[in-house]
């Protein structure tokens, strides 16, 4: 992407953009670039500090592993999204390591770590803009949390369901069991069984084509 282009789209993206100075805006534009991600595609390993992540086409997931390589995920980004918890140099609060993969082909515009944290140092302004995006990605990771730990199966697939057919807006959820277990922190088996449960009350319909909602307020009333 060319200066100008880089330069209107952060104008449009980071609200502290027209209140730091011309050098840093032009330091900022040197150090991005726009990346292209494979389906399956590593972006960001651990506690490296890969920069802050835009998506500009395509999904994102990040998630947390443990040593026995069992992974939850945190949530994911989609076009218009940003990654910030990418940029550990960035925020020195956040201590555990966090993985980000490509889930489809995606466009990303990455700004440089080390130019980030540098910037955000002269301007406290992209600091407190840094943190304040941080926070609300840790609300999300409290949701997902507290639906581990203390919520149903069903009332969490249903709040799934839900969600995403809220944010694609389409009855059909096109996505396999295996993507939606990963998704919640659960087994593919664990998935299917209730998605069956579902069916069989007439809920959502299921096929190879992924998952139709049927009665959209009994599936609600499970979210409750």
């Not at 993206?13 to 900022?28: A, H």
């Not at 140092?121 to 609300?139: D, H, M, Q, W, Y």
């Not at 203390?150 to 009332?155: A, L, P």
């Not at 659960?186 to 299917?192: D, L, M, N, P």
Request: glycine content about 8%; proline content about 2%; overall charge neutral.
């Amino acid at each position: 992407m060319e200066k100008p282009a880089l330069e209107q789209f952060f104008k449009e993206i980071l609200p502290f953009w027209e209140k730091i100075p011309d050098s840093d805006r032009e330091y900022i534009c040197r150090n991005s670039g726009v990346n292209a991600y494979r389906k399956g595609a590593h972006i960001h390993d651990g506690n490296e500090c890969s920069g802050v992540i835009f998506v500009r086409s395509g999904s994102l997931r990040l998630y947390m592993m443990s040593e026995e390589g069992k992974d939850i995920t945190l949530y994911r980004l989609h076009r218009g999204d940003m990654c910030m918890l990418s940029a550990s140099c960035v925020l020195s609060a956040v201590t555990f390591d966090v993985f980000v993969d490509a889930e489809e082909d995606s466009e990303c515009c990455v700004i440089g770590g080390a130019a980030f944290a540098a910037v955000s140092e002269r301007n406290p302004c992209v600091k407190i803009f840094a943190l304040e995006t941080a926070v609300g990605r840790f609300s999300d990771v409290m949701w997902v949390i507290q639906q581990i730990l203390f919520m149903s199966m069903d009332r969490r697939l249903a709040i799934f369901l839900s969600d995403e057919s809220a944010r694609t807006r389409s009855d059909t959820i096109s996505l396999t069991h295996g993507q939606i277990a990963r998704y919640m922190g659960s087994a593919r088996e664990v998935v299917s069984r209730v998605l069956k449960y579902f069916a069989g009350e007439g809920i959502v319909e299921v096929s190879r084509g992924g998952i139709k909602i049927i009665d959209k307020k009994r599936l609600r009333k499970l979210t409750l």
